[in-house]
């Protein structure tokens, strides 16, 4: 075998598939990119004109079921409530959004007008990046684009998840698992606060239960000690979790 023609030959970089040298250091630890960072204020100072912020108070509608699709938004601060209301009259609360999440993205995929209206819950800083806009930006802007698609990967995934648990999970889970979520549940160790303008009406639609079913649970998670409320709100603690990993 002839040593020297495989001695010499490049080694192929399996990220960039283009011949490179084997390091002289073999101890050296490969670079890490480092994330992206999507800064809001300094993306607004870039974008100008093209995009708005607005702050809302409680039940004030940012649009509603019907509204043209032109635009989407980020939540800078506060929650935003997305819900959608049957030919009945009936109302359902497919999401309740927090701080870095964007919504009404559908207008990106040919939506034209909106399927779900969003109301502030108490209160939100939302920005407004119109669609010719946010086209341009997602070219431009890689660390708004990245920020976006890891948005849109955790909502269909969210969304995979909203299913299985309706399909097969009792009321309690889901409500468990709701609680879990309006917490950011695994962001943190410590106890997560609930805004108290999360009604009991508001969890009962998220779930697809009556008000009384999840009065009944809320009392029980109260007595086993995963949640605490008073005038202050709802506190949810980590220990709430054993109600939905327990068969």
Do not use: W
């Not at 649970?217 to 603690?237: A, P, Q, V």
């Amino acid at each position: 075998m002839n040593r020297q023609s495989t001695a010499h030959q490049p080694k192929l970089d399996q990220e960039r598939f283009i011949p490179s040298r084997t390091p002289q250091n073999q101890d050296a630890k490969p670079q890490v990119k480092a994330r992206v960072q999507f800064r809001p204020e300094a993306f607004l100072s870039k974008v100008g004109a093209r995009s708005k912020r607005a702050d809302f108070r409680l039940n004030d509608v940012i649009f509603s079921q019907g509204d043209s699709a032109d635009a989407i938004y980020y939540i800078q601060r506060g929650k935003v409530k997305i819900s959608v209301v049957s030919n009945r009259g009936k109302e359902a609360v497919i999401a309740i959004l927090g701080a870095g999440d964007f919504f009404g993205e559908g207008c990106l995929a040919g939506q034209v007008k909106q399927m779900s209206s969003a109301t502030a819950m108490p209160s939100a800083s939302v920005m407004r990046l119109e669609k010719r806009s946010a086209v341009r930006v997602l070219h431009d802007d890689p660390g708004f684009t990245e920020v976006f698609l890891r948005h849109l990967l955790s909502r269909s995934i969210r969304i995979e998840e909203d299913l299985v648990d309706q399909l097969f999970n009792s009321s309690e889970k889901r409500l468990a698992r709701t609680l879990l979520l309006l917490a950011r549940y695994g962001r943190g160790t410590q106890p997560q606060q609930v805004l108290p303008a999360v009604s009991q009406e508001t969890l009962a639609e998220m779930i697809g239960t009556t008000r009384s079913r999840v009065n009944f649970f809320l009392n029980k998670f109260r007595k086993l000690g995963f949640i605490e409320y008073d005038g202050d709100g709802l506190t949810i603690n980590p220990s709430l979790l054993t109600v939905v990993v327990h068969e």
